[in-house]
Each structure stands twice: as C-alpha cells, then as structure tokens.
C-alpha cells in the first residue's frame, strides 16, 4: 500500500468513526434532551403528559406533606404560579420550604410526577435556572443583583 | 501580617513568572545562552514563593485567622485540623493557589532534572510553563485573591461546606489538579517542540513519563470523587455524567489517547503531529474542567456557588490558551516530518484506532456538557443532558475499542497479519461465551448490556492473559525458560499488562452495578424487615448522638442471609452545627458479589423512617480494577527505560546530530 492510500486508510475509518458518534448524538439528543420549564412555562405552554421535563422553582412554604410509605407531596412556585408535585423517595439533604429546587419527572394528569429531586450542596446556591424562571415572573428578591457581595460559598467538589 | 506576606509572595511570583516567560524565549530564539540560563533560577524561585503564599493561607487556616476573607467563608474553630487543612484547597481561591504551586513545583522539576536536555528546548519548555503560571496568577491577583482582608474580624467562621468534611474529598482536589498539570507538562513540550520545529524519540521519553504520571493521577483524583459520590451522597450512584464530572473525565479521555501516541512517537518516530495535538487538546480541556466547575454556568448535582463576574477572565484564557496554541499548531505543525511507516494493521494502527476512539469519545462528551450551554446562548430554550445521552453514546463507542483492545498488543509494529493474532485469541473468545451463556442464565430478565459488558470484561481479560502467555512462552518451551522470560519482562509492559486488566475488572464491575442493581425505597418503623436481593435487612431503630462538630442520628439495620446474620449497618445522617446543613453516611457493607448499601432519613409523625436500601453488585471490583490500573501506570513509570533513558543523554546527542 502506498504512503497516500493509507492515510486514505485512516481518514476513512476516522470519518466513518465520526459518522457513527454523530449519528449516535442525533439520535440520543432526540431522545434524551430535557427541556427546563418554570411552573408558569408549564401552564402557559401545554406541555404534553408523560415528556420528560425538568420543573424549577421555590418549594412553597408549608407544601410539604409526607404521604406515607416514602411518598413526599409538596407545591413548587415560580410566585406567579403553583404546580403539585409528588415524589418517593428520600429527598436531598438540602431540601427545604422556601428553597430553590429542581425537579425532574413528567406531567401526569396534571401533578408533576418526579422521579429525581436535585441535590444542592450548599444551602445559599440557588440553581440559575430557578433564578431566571423568578426573575421572568418578576418576582425576583435574591441576593443576585449584587453579586460580587454574594458571601456564598465556592466550593470545588 | 502573615497573609500580607503571602500576598506579596505572589506578586512577586507574577513578576518572576513574566521574566520567566519572557527573557528565555527571547534568549532560545537568538541562541543567548546567558538569557536561555535565567529559566533555571527563575522557575526555583516562583516555586519558592508559591510555595510561601501557600504557606502562610495554610498557617491562616490552621490559626483560624478569620481577619482572612476566604477562612472565614470557609473554616471554623470547631473544625477538625484535617478540614482546616483541607480547607485551604476546598474554596475557589485557594484551589486556585494549589494548582499554580503543582504548576510552579513540575516546573522547578524540569529546571532541576532536565540538565541533559537541549538547552533551547529547556529554555521555552519554562517559558510556556511561566506562560500559563501567569495567567494564573493575573486571575487570581485580579479576581480571586486568597488574601483579602475583613474588617471587622468576625468572632468565628460560616464553616467548610459539611459535604466537604469527608477524607475523600480531602484528597480529591490535590489529586485530580496533579492530574491537570501534570498534563500542563506535556502541553508545554509540545508548545516548545513546535516553535523548534523538531520532535524525537528524545522527546518522547521526555513527554511519556509526565503524560503517564498525570493520567496516574487523573485516574485516582476521578475515582476518589467516584468513591466520595457513592458513599456520601447515599443515591447509591457512583457516575451520574454530571458536567463536574465529565470536565474531569474528558482530559483523561484525551490523556489516555495521548498516552498510546506517545509511545509510537518514542518507539516508532511518527504520528508526531498528532501526538502535538493530542498533548494540546488535552491540557486545553484540562483547563476547561478547572474553569467548567468554577463558572458557575451549568446546573449540576455537585453544584456549588460561584461568582459568574469571573467568566469573563476564564473565557479570555481559554481563548489565548486553546486558539493561540492551536494557531501554533496550524502554522508549525506541518514541518514536523514523520519517518516511520506503518500499515493499517499494526501496532501503531491499533494504537491509532484507540486514538481515534478516545477522542471522538471525548468530542461527544464535550458537545453533550455544553450543549445546553450552546443552546441557551442561542435562545433555544434550556435544557439538560443527562446520564441516558451519554450512555446511549458513549457505551456504544466503547464496544469496538474494548474488543480491539484484546488484538492490539499481539499486533506487531510497523505490519502485522491480523490471522495469527485473532488465533491466538480463541481462549479469549470461549470464555466470552461461556461468560456471556452464564450471565444469561443467571440474570435471564436482566439488560442486554448486561450480557454484553460481562462478555467483554472477560474477552478483555482473557485476550491480555493470552498475550503474557504468548510473551513469555508458557506452554511452548519448559517452564523455567518461561519463569525465567516472566522475570525479565520489563516492567513498562508489566505495567500496561496491569492496567489493561485492571480495566476488564473495572468494566465487569460497572456492568454489575449498573445492570443488575436493585434499590428498595420505603418507611421503616423499629422491627420492620425488606428483602432485598436476597438479603433481609430488619431496622432495629434509630438513635441520635453527637460529633465532633455536629449531631448524628444513627440507624441500626441488621442484615441476614437465610437466617444467619451477614453484617450490621450503622447509617447516619448529620446536621453540622454551624451551618445546619445536613449530609448523609450511607453505611456499606462489600462482598466479593456486591455492596449491601443502607441509607436512613428522617423520622415522619408516625415514628417511621425513609429508608432506601441497595445491593449494588460488583462495585468492589470497579475500585480494585482502578487500583489495579493505576498501579500498573506506577510499575511503568519506575522502568528503568524512564530512570536511566529518560533524558539519555546519547538519545538527545543523536537527536541533535540528526538534525544537524
């Protein structure tokens, strides 16, 4: 084989490499993205039962109701708008009422249905799509307009 | 006083880092020797005054000196000395300073040990060190010094973030930033190579043993967060494709590749320009999993506050750094002549196909961590990729790599016959089956994947046991010719038959714990018993207790298998007093077949708790396959080719007459 036809060689079965990666990506990109929706995106939009989606907001003060056998009942609110979610399972340390979270599940006859709670690991962190989904609602009071005052803090994992 | 001190120690480290920089590059470009022999001094010294800058953070911190900004964001007198200690790293700004002194610390390295390289090379090889150092220390000068001072000086501290208390996490940090700049090393060589336009052997066996040091490092840092997010987050998760994650996952990707080109290009003198690039994208991505995790831009599990005022610097180092080496690399690159030739089928081709895999591995990984950042910044609605994306696309990839990676070492260089090696593979190929047939008839309604990852492990343990066996002749001649061959063999390749095996046990081991894992999720009251695969597990209770700087509540679980008693589980959940946050010790029990994982909750109304449960199979064999693999990068890395041939000074004197 000639020095030219190997490279050829090479080029080939790197392109052809290339072909199955991105085929792969297209396919699971249509499959497995999660669109990030605030409650009042939710009610605005028609979000179709059973997509998986992500839910931010704040957890509403006094939602949370313990349902037995491991269940967690609890509202989620972008202030403007409230959506019931439920949950089984043990929830992250750092939830609490009043805090930001991020949910991920799907509509199910109209309760959001989560299946994963994010965890946070620091209790001042607010997730920025929960702070944008409360700026959007105009009801945004977080220490966020002052950043470079934000004493929370920056840990590395 | 003291962290004045510190400060000025850093100025001063910016201002030895630009000399650094400056005067040996001018000095390498006119053949000054006097200019050239400023790097040696300079690249001590910025050693030296990192080093006293981390010193006197370090002494604030152990002092609990909360007059200093960053300890009293992040310790407080309460703390055991091991987090105060490790609480110097576990912020933004000090991180900030470990890395640049791992940084200045490899670069005095080379100024010590690298007295038999050509003096041109060693001369810019520590000027871009003092490049990227420089960035380092404007960034932190500018926007994050670690030295700010507080007034009034409050009477304690907000504490170390509870979830940062852990000796995993301790020693996470040091770990992977041993791995990030140790691949700065090779950065630089290869920055240095291209402005001389001239790549060697003698280079190589420069490059290698830094390229290997850093993945050893890598490798251990990504696993003891591994390790840390199994047992603390109690998710009993142990990879959650996390953008955290992958930013430490995609410099080892393209480590491990630059690792394998590095070896043609040392063994075989070619894919010289490649192995450049490699030795480019990897630092680059190296710093993007630096900035990725502190910028704050990606909603991730592990996610932690940050400061987006500071994107803007990280943004326009990334830029110089990445677009200026690799307009370097375009300009220069193409003088850089390659002699060796090789066929498709050969070792070299073998290593290249990894390459190719690893990369492209590494490129899908990428797209998915920033896509949502892509997307958003186009308005295109936000969204989140998560762990399905990445296995549906990584998995994939992983397959034809893993079953070539059995062929590749019973390939020989230069061109090979692809018909002998696969004969010599039909052990590897029986015990595939017989695993596969036996997993299937074990685990019938179990995933594909199951099946598959399980065959492969053994194909992959099988294939690298046949090629020592081929190596040293067992079977083919008497037994002491083959004891005595086992001897000899170096330990270079010792080395590589350890981590090649340390990773069939690895993929065994995440096969198991992501095929078959099965988790119970319920609430408990005293006596209560769940079965979980096999083992019950009866809940004796909980009790509350006190720490050393937070209250504990305690649960008891007994575990039984058919009657008999297996372990007890004592899980906890933790509230630091400081912060009242909360974190959870899962309590884990490991088997030769897989952990008994216990997490306990809080208690309800009714005196019942939330409990969730686990077996997670084979986890055990996931730690032990790392270890194994990162021993095996360590046995390479003691050969004597690295001790005494490294910078061989006749490699380097040959080198230079040829290119006389």
Known sequence: MKRKHKRLTFVVIALGLLGVAAGLVLSAFEENIVFFYSPTDIAENNVAEGRRIRLGGLVEEGSVKKAGGAVVNFRVTDLTTVIAVTYKGLLPDLFSEGQGVV?????Q?????????LAKHDETYMPPEVAEALKKSGKWKGPGESQGENRGKDNNK | MIPEIG???LILALLVAFVQATMPMVGAHRGNQAWMAIARPAALTQFGLVAVAFGCLTQAYVT?????????QNSHTAKPLLYKISGVWGNHEGSLLLWVMIL????????LFGTNLPPGLRARVLGVQAMIALGFYLFMLLTSNPFERLSPVPLNGSDLNPLLQDPGLAFHPPMLYLGYVGFSMAFSFAIAALIEGRVDAAWARWVRPWALAAWCFLTAGITLGSWWAYYELGWGGWWFWDPVENASFMPWLAGTALLHSSTVVEKRDTLKGWTILLAIVTFSLSLLGTFLVRSGVLTSVHTFATDPARGIFILGLLIVVIGGSLALFAWRGPALVSTGVFQPISREGALLFNNLVMTTAAAAVLLGTLYPLLLDAIGGGKVSVGAPFFNAVFIPLMVPMIVAMAVGPLLSWKRADMKPALSRLWAA????IVAMIAVWAVETDGPFMGIVGIGLAAWLFMGILSELAGRI????GSLSESLSRLRRTPRAAWGMTLAHLGLAITIAGMTGAGAWKVESIQAMKPGDRVSVAGYDFVFDGARSGTGPNYSILSGTFRVLRDGQLVTMLYPEKRVYNVSQQPTTEAAIHTTFLGDLYAVVGDEDETGAFVTRLYFNPLVGWMWAGVLIMVFGGVLSLSDRRHRVGAPKKRGAG?????SA
């Open chain 2, 654 to 658: 040959l080198a230079q007459a040829a």
């Open chain 2, 104 to 111: 200045s610390l490899f670069g005095s390295a080379v100024a």
């Open chain 2, 473 to 476: 002749r067992l079977l083919q």
């Open chain 2, 429 to 432: 190929g029986g015990v595939m």
């Open chain 1, 109 to 117: 006859g109209g309760v959001f249905r989560a299946d994963e709670v």
């Open chain 2, 7 to 9: 400060h000025f120690a």
């Open chain 1, 103 to 107: 949910a991920e599940g799907a509509l």
């Open chain 2, 64 to 72: 609990s000196d909360f007059s200093v900004l960053n300890v009293f």
